[in-house]
């Protein structure tokens, strides 16, 4: 090419791209496009024309409070919504769905306002809206990080097709205790992980393009430390240091921020005596200060009014000086705003500027989705007939599924079962039932929309399969079967199941919790099997002890008694739509088994809060075979009965050669050689830990720091190779500051955080 040539491109060039200078679209750090600069003129210039009760009104968020196309309301509560919404006092609406009625909603604000401020509408839209993926905390068991993203964004096309543009997920709280009913909900124990998980999550939900008409705004909640209430009874009080606020509970929620989440939630328990939704500390001086994050903080369900149960506020209008103060742009259904902030404004009590910065964020956000370019863009029918339940959606759903599944135990190669010549016995009531695998948070789910495990296995038609319930999954005293209520010690349909086992040559059996067992409100003191499904696998396995126990759950359990009696268990949580499918694939090798823990599993709930990435303690092992004072239990081993990132395959994978090359003062190479030892293609989640021998504050014995999902062939083998820099090695110090401090540290890898492949190094 000839000098004038190549002078005529660069003129070309240079000319496109100063053309393009004040308008083109970018594409920004977080994956996400926004116009440079215009966004924030048009808020201004709209701030400028609000009265100050209209911006107040962009800080509101109602529940859906009446059919949108049936009668206007005439009194009440609603009557009130409704004149509000009308007056535009109204920003933000949860809980109205279907193109119908948001469009009508959506109508009223946009066309009978002053101002005409399209409505954000939110929804929680947590494994999916009508399609289902699996339950979060099984997601996370998958460890694959492109599935994850993509169950997200199959679920906010299909919520943008039913007419949502906002999410309140995803759920990114640390949580070690499995009481807790709300770990089903979030990525499990470990901040590193959960961090992972959680940008996935961000991404898949905003996509690259938020103004696309299949992407949603996330929501990062709860800021921040909810996973850690006490006595894992949901909404407790929390009480935690700050070596464990900075390392463990803040990550996640970093990393969110930094993928370009669009909103945080804040949460409902307090920190260090003040409520979270009155904390300035987390929304003013972390959130929007020190991490600079410029998205929108909206308050849980009433938890600026509750912050008067706490003995924080005198009364409604105090809190809401309070929760402006502190940093929550928006009032979700605690009405505070709506009804004080004017005033308080007027009275010199709340500054003006803090309101503005709130109604700032909000419009911006606005914007971002596209909302004042067309606020009808999420509400066509056509659009919703196509893509809600589509096959496309449903066949990644069953992806995700068949990733999630962990492999517990397999001894006597009792798994896959044979295709052919078989007599299959498939027992319990969760082994039927197509409305439990759909799992907590399905609001916009239809009941029985899942493939049961029956159907899954009706499948395969090479083995005679007998069904019997065995026993009803209880909840309280209520069954989901029917919504009846029961005698939770009914035993009646014990002997058909055991009649049933008795002629089989496998029995699967399908125990667990009941779909709305875990989630919000939902804790438990105890983690076993509910009802008399313990007693029914006691009863059977007298009968015949070739059992594959399959567990249907939203959180781990303690299933000693199974573990040390039953040859085959498979953590097959809450599936989703497509459970049965996925589950039966697994079972007859169809698709090998791949998933791995996100939460340890206890030997007994005494043990909880328990989690792999503890403290040493000044007495952490046993000095003298008779010696009692040291770290234990007198009638309890201190070991999980599963550990975090335990999982196994229907292969085997060998690990050798662990070496580890310093590069430089703060940069560590290590590398494995893996080896699929076994006689079948597999994947395995190779993972990395890291302790710091001693440091200025205390750290773990083990710290995850890398992992890499590989698929080897039989006999095959890889060298996986992990980067360490001082993002890996450092820590928090107890003033909230990352530091990296040289000095003696080992690294593990393995296939669990129970590896004993360890190699040490000094920097």
Known sequence: MTRIKQYIILVILFVFISSCKDNTVIKTENNLTTSNGVIEKKVTSLLSKMTLEEKIGQMNQYNGFWDVTGPTPESGD????YEHLKKGYVGSMLNVRGVDEIKAVQKIAVEETRLGIPLIIGFDVIHGYETLSPIPLAEAASWDLDAIELSAKMAAKEAAAAGINWTFAPMVDISRDARWGRVMEGAGEDPYLGSKIAIARVQGFQGYDLASPETIAACAKHWAGYGFAEAGRDYNTVDVGTSTLNNIIFPPFKAAADAGVKTFMNSFNELNGVPATGNAFLQRDILKGKWKYDGFVVSDWGSIKEMMEHGYAKNKNHA?????????????????????????????????????????RILTVKYELGLFDDPYKYCNKETAKKVIGSKEINEAVLEVAKKSIVLLKNEKQLLPIKKEGQRIALIGALASDKTSPLGSWRLAAKDSTAVSVLEGMQNYHGNKLTYAKGADVTYGETTFANELKINVSDKSDFAEAINVAKQADVVVMVLGEHGFQSGEARSRTKLDLPGVQQDLLEAVYEVNPNIVLVLNNGRPLAITWADEHIPAIVEAWQLGTQSGHAIAQVLYGDYNPSGKLPMTFPRHVGQVPLYYNYKNTGRPIIPAPDEVFWSHYIDESNKPLYPFGHGLSYTTFSYANLTVDKKSADEVMVSVDVTNSGQVKGKEVVQLYIRDMVSSVTRPVKELKGFELIELKPQEKKTVRFKLTKSELGFFNNNGEFVFETGEFKVFVGGSSETSWEHGFEL
């Open 78 to 81: 609603a009557s009130k919504k």
């Open 320 to 360: 809401a000086k309070l929760a402006i103060k502190a940093g929550s742009d928006m009032d979700m259904e605690s009405y505070a705003y709506v009804d004080e902030l004017a005033n308080l404004v007027r009275d010199g009590e709340v500054d003006e500027a803090l309101i503005n910065d709130a109604v700032r």
